[in-house]
């Protein structure tokens, strides 16, 4: 700008200086003269340089605003970017995890199905056999006492020893069975109640702890966009003055 503005005063000079020279010698006053030229050429190089700044202000103004324009748009790319990445990440895990119970859940299930009818064939069998033993052991004493019969009514008491034997095993058979399904029957309504609970205990579990991490991530994710506003915000303002003070203070050195 000096070297500039030293060009265009030489200028001036040397043009002014030759325009007078006629007057030189006219008893004029030179330093009168000097003064009037000078105020002139200063007068049209200040205006020069003030029509160049504003240009150059206008200039400056808009492309700084078209780079914090930019600077912001990118800040809300990258906070946009950053949250939809997270929530992805989030939603994977939880699914993820969601398909890690199912598999679990069907695991066991398949693993109770496949042994129930093992576990309560031998419990029917463990049972029966008992059963089988206590009779067994009737038996055995039935016999002795028909022998004991026979030995002294052998007529009478051979005619009632079927009799008596397959009333006894009949009722004995019956009583058995219907003890084992009536207990095979409470069973089976215990275990239906027990997967139905359990099914809706743990499903309800994971939907409240799946809704209470979704509505934090919520809450999260707006914090955090708030938060990054504010700070672009604040910092496109500070940037912005910093800028205009910059400018202002320029514009006032200019003497």
Same mark, same amino acid.
């Given at each position: 700008?000096?070297?500039?503005?030293?060009?265009?005063?030489?200028?001036?000079?040397?043009?002014?200086?030759?325009?007078?020279?006629?007057?030189?010698?006219?008893?004029?006053?030179?330093?009168?003269?000097?003064?009037?030229?000078?105020?002139?050429?200063?007068?049209?190089?200040?205006?020069?340089?003030?029509?160049?700044?504003?240009?150059?202000?206008?200039?400056?103004?808009?492309?700084?605003?078209?780079?914090?324009?930019?600077?912001?748009?990118?800040?809300?790319?990258?906070?946009?970017?950053?949250?939809?990445?997270?929530?992805?990440?989030?939603?994977?895990?939880?699914?993820?995890?969601?398909?890690?119970?199912?598999?679990?859940?069907?695991?066991?299930?398949?693993?109770?199905?496949?042994?129930?009818?093992?576990?309560?064939?031998?419990?029917?069998? &463990? !049972?029966?056999?008992? $059963?089988?033993? *206590?009779?067994?052991?009737?038996?055995?004493?039935?016999?002795? @006492? =028909? +022998? %004991?019969?026979?030995?002294?009514?052998?007529?009478?008491?051979?005619?009632?020893?079927?009799?008596?034997?397959? &009333? !006894?095993?009949?009722? $004995?058979?019956? *009583?058995?069975?219907?003890?084992?399904?009536?207990?095979?029957? @409470? =069973? +089976? %309504?215990?275990?239906?109640?027990?997967?139905?609970?359990?099914?809706?205990?743990?499903?309800?579990?994971?939907?409240?702890?799946?809704?209470?991490?979704?509505?934090?991530?919520?809450?999260?994710?707006?914090?955090?966009?708030?938060?990054?506003? %504010?700070?672009?915000?604040?910092?496109?303002?500070?940037?912005?003055?910093?800028?205009?003070?910059?400018?202002?203070?320029?514009?006032?050195?200019?003497?």
């Amino acid at each position: 700008m000096k070297m500039i503005k030293s060009k265009v005063v030489a200028g001036v000079v040397v043009v002014g200086m030759v325009a007078s020279m006629g007057t030189v010698f006219a008893a004029t006053n030179a330093g009168t003269q000097l003064q009037g030229w000078y105020t002139t050429a200063s007068k049209a190089v200040k205006s020069t340089i003030s029509g160049d700044f504003a240009n150059y202000y206008a200039t400056s103004k808009t492309t700084h605003a078209a780079a914090v324009s930019d600077l912001k748009g990118q800040a809300q790319r990258d906070i946009r970017d950053a949250g939809n990445a997270e929530i992805k990440n989030v939603n994977k895990a939880i699914n993820d995890q969601v398909n890690e119970y199912t598999t679990q859940i069907n695991t066991a299930q398949d693993a109770i199905t496949g042994s129930m009818p093992a576990e309560y064939d031998a419990f029917v069998g &463990t !049972t029966n056999a008992s $059963a089988n033993d *206590a009779i067994d052991t009737i038996g055995v004493s039935n016999k002795k @006492e =028909l +022998n %004991a019969a026979i030995k002294n009514h052998q007529n009478t008491y051979l005619n009632r020893q079927n009799d008596a034997a397959a &009333t !006894t095993k009949g009722a $004995a058979v019956a *009583a058995l069975n219907a003890e084992i399904a009536e207990t095979q029957s @409470e =069973l +089976n %309504a215990l275990l239906a109640g027990e997967s139905t609970t359990a099914t809706t205990e743990i499903q309800t579990n994971l939907n409240n702890k799946i809704a209470a991490l979704q509505a934090e991530l919520v809450t999260l994710t707006n914090k955090g966009v708030a938060d990054a506003e %504010a700070a672009i915000a604040a910092n496109g303002a500070a940037l912005q003055k910093d800028a205009l003070d910059k400018l202002d203070e320029i514009v006032l050195s200019i003497q």
